[in-house]
């Protein structure tokens, strides 16, 4: 027997990550996601064995590919400044990549955590968090950032205001996410950089 067409499964899934975006993953039903997609509610089993095996599947593709850019990032050898530069470009990348998959982590993980299915996203936010902070951290202890700047103030600024962008930016749009992050990165930093 012949499996579904791997990219009738890409199409499915970046449906339901639009729809979960759009409604929420408890308020959506398989219905509405097949009617999205384009096929009754019963073919979806064909590709997916439940509602929360496609979210899974979105989410940990778009964890997947942070992971390994902030890794990239960190590996690179960059300086406090540049580290934060790059991880905001990275950021900004990613919501390109996956707008719907970074609006669904930023609504749903929160409660999805404590089930036992999706306790990587805890992993996933302590990892990013720790990346965030010891660049932080080693730009204060180096001089590059303010000795007054409160580095978790600092990182939850930061990253709730680069991911709030999944919210109004479409793919495509008038702006690339590197020139995004630029203009982004030019008004933030001004504020923590040390002043010589």
Do not use: N
């Amino acid at each position: 027997m012949v499996g579904p067409a791997p990219e009738r499964r890409e199409e499915i899934l970046s449906t339901a990550a639009e729809v979960f975006a759009a409604h929420g993953y408890d308020a959506t039903t398989v219905r509405e996601i097949a009617d999205a997609a384009g096929l009754l509610a019963g073919s979806l089993y064909y590709h997916f064995d439940s509602k929360e095996s496609m979210l899974d599947e979105i989410l940990s593709c778009f964890l997947d590919e942070l992971r390994a850019g902030y890794d990239a990032v960190l590996a690179a050898g960059l300086g406090p400044r540049e580290t934060i530069e790059a991880l905001v470009t990275e950021s900004f990348r990613e919501i390109d990549r996956h707008r719907a998959a970074v609006a669904i982590f930023q609504k749903e993980s929160g409660h999805l955590q404590d089930q036992p299915r999706f306790g990587h996203l805890a992993d996933a936010r302590r990892r990013f968090e720790t990346a965030w902070l010891g660049s932080l951290e080693r730009g204060v202890a180096s001089g590059v950032f303010r000795a007054d700047l409160d580095v978790r103030l600092t990182y939850r600024f930061v990253r709730d205001t680069v991911w709030v962008a999944a919210s109004w930016y479409r793919p495509g749009g008038q702006h690339s996410p590197e020139e995004i992050a630029r203009q982004y990165l030019s008004m933030v930093l001004e504020g923590i950089a040390l002043r010589t």
